[in-house]
């Protein structure tokens, strides 16, 4: 157990607590703990990096992490019907077949998955389009123009995901293609 790997619990442990805010609509204290929660992230990459701290564990976990918390942005702001259910489903099920074909990688040619830089992209991008839904949306300012904007961030961020997952694809198919 290193620092790194704590901050990666630490963010575990947000993920709860932020979701209960954010289905409350105690929008600002979500937004912080949803910004914190990207900080520990920011945080133990570089501190692994700079230290090569870097751990199976959390190669694993750190991304799990950014998953855990933005499905759990996503779910809620799907039931609060903010974000349209499509983009939920996709999303889940692009991580549902990264989680497969990770599985799959590790166990073909012993492997473990980390992120990319597109994957790094998409976390930024739908973490930056998770925040300005919330903030948009709790300002309470429900005209067209607001919701426009939320469907444009929200628009990049699938973009980004399917872009990533079909990186991520391409990668696949070249780990597994090796004998």
């Known amino acids: 157990m290193n620092i790194p ?4 619990i630490i963010r575990f ?3 709860p607590v932020f ?7 105690e929008y600002i204290i979500a937004i912080v703990i949803f910004i914190s929660a990207c900080i520990t992230d920011v945080l133990d990459g570089v501190i692994a990096r700079k230290f090569n701290l870097i751990t199976s564990f959390g190669k694993l976990a750190d991304p799990l992490a950014d998953k855990f ?11 609060q ?5 499509p983009v939920l ?10 989680i497969a074909g990770s599985i799959l990688i590790y166990k073909k040619v012993n492997f473990v998955v980390q992120a990319n830089w597109y994957g790094k992209m998409t976390t ?7 925040v300005m839904t919330i903030i948009l949306y709790s300002s309470r300012i429900a005209d067209s123009y607001t919701s426009l904007i939320i469907n444009i961030f929200v628009f990049i961020a699938v973009f980004s995901t399917l872009f990533s997952f079909f990186m991520y ?8 293609n090796k004998k």
């Open 124 to 130: 930024v991008i739908f973490s930056f389009a998770i």
């Open 69 to 79: 918390l933005q499905l759990t942005a996503l779910t809620i702001l799907t039931m």
């Open 81 to 85: 019907k903010i974000i349209p259910l």
């Open 89 to 98: 489903i996709i999303v889940l099920a692009k991580e549902i077949f990264m």
């Open 169 to 176: 694809s391409m990668e696949f198919r070249k780990l597994t």
């Open 13 to 15: 442990l947000l993920v």
């Open 19 to 25: 979701g209960h805010f954010l289905y409350n609509g």
């Open 5 to 8: 790997n704590i901050l990666t």
